[in-house]
């Protein structure tokens, strides 16, 4: 029975606080049933069932376990009664939806520690919520992803640092900083291996996940980006047979309770030896929209993954577009990789700053470099484009610095000393930057977005691939359906 698209299925109004997030269990899902968790700007969860229409739970609801606003909930992969809540103050809950929160704020027990974490367990004589608490990073927690298989738990914060656990034994798998600013949104890539970011830099950044590095940085938005999304259906990834990637298989018998473990088989980790094993073909499509109404397309692609391996000719010359106007930074690849310069013999002046949407530009030639002379023009044209574009936009938007309060130059000196382990004496946030935790902008490629278009009139908060279509929404409350090429998305009137 088609749908009555003129009537919600179900409708709430709230009073005093908003909906900020949600998240369905689709384990659980049928016809007739559906978990549905809702967070809130004061704090509270609330479990609906939007088809039953059933009494509904309400978890932290005297806001004893914490009143800063929800940011991000997600059912755990593999569980039909465990979720994970995070807030603005930085905090992770655990929650089982069959335990009640109590009627006095939780006491806790440290059970891990580590570099800016720390997970304590409830203490109570009768088993209550939250089951775990996480104290992750400075500032709020913004979003969180676990991985496709439900191993591994990836968080980014307002302190700009994106960190990667596995959940079950609370180890730091690894971590990333912006380039400046706090990181707004993350999300892994359906086969684990990539992680992309973005934040308060207006830049998308991958992440390599076996590597533990920055592989790329994409430069497309004018303002913070909002959500970054893989698309499943037109990534292609042709495998060499896989083998499991586990960081670490000591997991504490403790902290299960009761979960099931996600079907491995399904999605498992695999570990790519990229010389020996290299699959034929690698292309990685995800989108990002952000608060300058964009959205951006992009393709990640074997020359990128693979900066090692000689790039074809036909391939140099197709895929490089020349930018109209000078980015705020432009890449190039690790040192040693095989450079390419995009220059012509004979200029004494460098041309405009080359920008591709998935082609490496080498800052550092090697030895067979024809055109040395000129990537070291292109390399110091890099580096004055990073450092003037920054200082430029600040004086720009010196108005507006009440809302970039979050950026590099404004964090703390006690929060980056304990972020970066130096001495407690005032040091510069900056410090991270050229190292592996944050490359410089020439010292990974950059990539270009292969579409990146404006397509709302308020600032962009939702991003879903579909496999007929792509679901975008805005702050004004518009939900908008586009159809993908080649496809007709129809609705009965």
């Not at 992680?195 to 994409?218: K, Q, Y």
């Not at 990640?300 to 109209?324: C, G, K, Y």
């Not at 691939?465 to 975008?472: K, Q």
């Amino acid at each position: 029975q088609a749908a009555d698209l003129s009537k919600p299925i179900d409708k709430r109004i709230y009073k005093g606080t908003q909906p900020t997030c949600h998240d369905f269990n689709h384990l659980t899902a049928t016809a007739e049933s559906v978990s549905l968790l809702v967070g809130f700007s004061a704090g509270q969860v609330q479990l609906i069932d939007p088809i039953k229409k059933e009494t509904s739970k309400l978890f932290n609801e005297e806001r004893l376990i914490d009143k800063s606003r929800v940011t991000c909930v997600k059912w755990v992969p593999g569980s039909e009664s465990l979720f994970l809540v995070a807030h603005s103050s930085g905090n992770m809950y655990l929650y089982n939806v069959e335990h009640t929160c109590g009627t006095t704020a939780p006491h806790y027990q440290l059970l891990k520690q580590g570099e800016s974490f720390a997970v304590h367990t409830c203490k109570s004589k009768s088993t209550r919520n939250p089951l775990l608490k996480w104290t992750v990073g400075e500032g709020a927690l913004n979003e969180f992803a676990f991985s496709p298989d439900g191993k591994f738990l990836a968080c980014v914060s307002q302190d700009g640092f994106l960190r990667v656990f596995n959940f079950d034994s609370v180890e730091l798998h690894g971590t990333m900083k912006s380039y400046f600013g706090g990181l707004l949104c993350v999300c892994w890539s359906p086969d684990g291996k990539y992680i992309v970011t973005g934040g308060e830099d207006d830049l998308v950044t991958v992440w390599s996940f076996v590597d533990c590095r920055v592989i790329a940085r994409g430069h497309g938005h004018k303002s913070w980006v909002s959500v970054v999304a893989f698309d499943p259906y037109t990534t292609s990834v042709e495998e060499s047979d896989p083998m499991e990637f586990s960081g670490s298989d000591e997991d504490f018998q403790d902290l299960h309770f009761g979960r099931d473990r996600a079907n491995s088989t399904q999605s498992r980790l695999s570990k790519r030896n990229s010389t020996d094993s290299r699959p034929v073909s690698v292309t990685y499509r995800f989108g990002s929209v952000g608060q300058d109404t964009q959205l951006c397309l992009w393709d990640l692609t074997e020359d990128i993954l693979f900066p090692h391996q000689p790039l074809s000719r036909a391939r140099t010359h197709t895929n490089v577009m020349n930018a109209t106007s000078p980015p705020a930074g432009s890449g190039g690849t690790n040192p040693g990789s095989n450079g390419n310069s995009i220059t012509t013999p004979g200029n004494s002046v460098p041309p405009p700053l080359p920008r591709s949407n998935s082609l490496p530009h080498s800052a550092v030639s090697n030895a067979g470099s024809k055109s040395s002379v000129m990537d070291g023009a292109i390399a110091s044209g890099v580096s004055k484009f990073a450092t003037l574009s920054l200082h430029d936009r600040k004086e720009r938007h010196h108005e507006k610095d009440h809302k970039r309060n979050h950026s590099m130059g404004h964090i703390s000196s006690k929060s980056s000393d304990k972020l970066n382990l130096v001495t407690k004496t005032k040091t510069d946030p900056a410090k991270t930057l050229g190292t592996p935790l944050c490359p410089r902008m020439e010292d990974v490629p950059l990539l270009e977005p292969l579409i990146c278009k404006k397509i709302a009139h308020e600032r962009l908060t939702v991003l879903i691939f579909l496999e007929d279509c792509i679901v975008t929404a805005c702050q004004e409350g518009f939900i908008c359906t586009w159809a993908r090429p080649g496809k007709v998305v129809s609705f009965n009137p």
